[in-house]
């Protein structure tokens, strides 16, 4: 079945380091390719989208790009803040409408000053 | 952004007791709503998946019996945790996705910390 495999964390970067969150998905047919962030103790926000192939996804200077020839959606950002520290997360949307999301494990990010 | 309201955000219970919670999609109408579990730093599990007007259809492992799940309306569904134990604590999520569209997101309440002692 559809799945996502995202690295694993924690990840401890300095201030205004650029960042890299790896995901990777397997899926049938064409999926939408999301990353979600929750803070803590809040639920999740959408951070980006992207619904076809070579799409970019960007939003808060976070951008990812669905590569479907790795099929890949890595997370990217040029220079993180104390502010960015979360847990990310990879999904995937199946082939049917109305279904739940397929979720990667989560990413811890650390961001110290 | 459509925005889903979950009511209560945190909720102290005693253990035998049953606690009730709420998921509303607020500006656009959800025939269908999830719900999730997740534990500390953990990913989200999902537990159910709730359908208007029919019986929720629930992952494997969960259960039905402890965790009933109504969804009467187009805006509101609710998870009642039944008899509640301590096992039962975490952080229940709810969230709502439109059916019209595969590529569309999902939309997440805030989350409810369940604390059972």
């Known amino acids: 079945g559809d799945s996502v495999t995202q690295m694993e964390g924690p990840v401890t970067l300095s201030e205004e380091a650029f960042l890299t969150i790896n995901c990777t998905y397997t899926a049938t047919g064409y999926p939408s390719l999301f990353w979600y962030v929750q803070y803590p103790g809040e639920g999740l926000q959408l951070l980006l989208k992207a619904t076809k192939a070579d799409d970019k996804g960007s939003n808060k200077g976070f951008e990812a790009t669905y590569r479907k020839e790795t099929t890949s959606f890595h997370l990217e950002k040029g220079s993180v803040q104390v502010s960015d520290s979360a847990v990310y997360f990879c999904?995937?949307?199946?082939?049917?409408?109305?279904?739940?999301?397929?979720f990667g494990k989560g990413t811890t990010l650390s961001v110290s000053s | 952004g459509a925005v889903v309201s979950q009511h209560p955000s945190w909720v102290i219970c005693k253990s035998g007791t049953s606690v009730k919670i709420e998921c509303r999609s607020l500006d656009f109408q959800a025939t269908t709503m999830f719900w999730y579990r997740q534990f500390p730093k953990q990913s989200l599990m999902l537990m159910a998946t709730?359908?208007?007007?029919?019986?929720?259809?629930?992952e494997q492992g969960v259960e039905k019996d402890k965790f009933l799940i109504n969804h009467a309306s187009l805006t509101l569904s609710t998870l009642t945790v039944t008899s509640a134990h301590p096992e039962d604590s975490s952080f229940y999520i709810c969230?709502?996705?439109?059916?019209?569209?595969?590529?569309?997101?999902?939309?997440f309440g805030q989350g409810t910390r369940l604390t059972v002692v």
């Open positions: 969230s709502a996705r439109s059916d019209r569209a595969r590529n569309t997101e999902a939309f």
């Open positions: 709730s359908n208007e007007g029919s019986k929720a259809t629930y």
């Open positions: 999904a995937l949307s199946g082939y049917q409408a109305g279904t739940a999301l397929i």
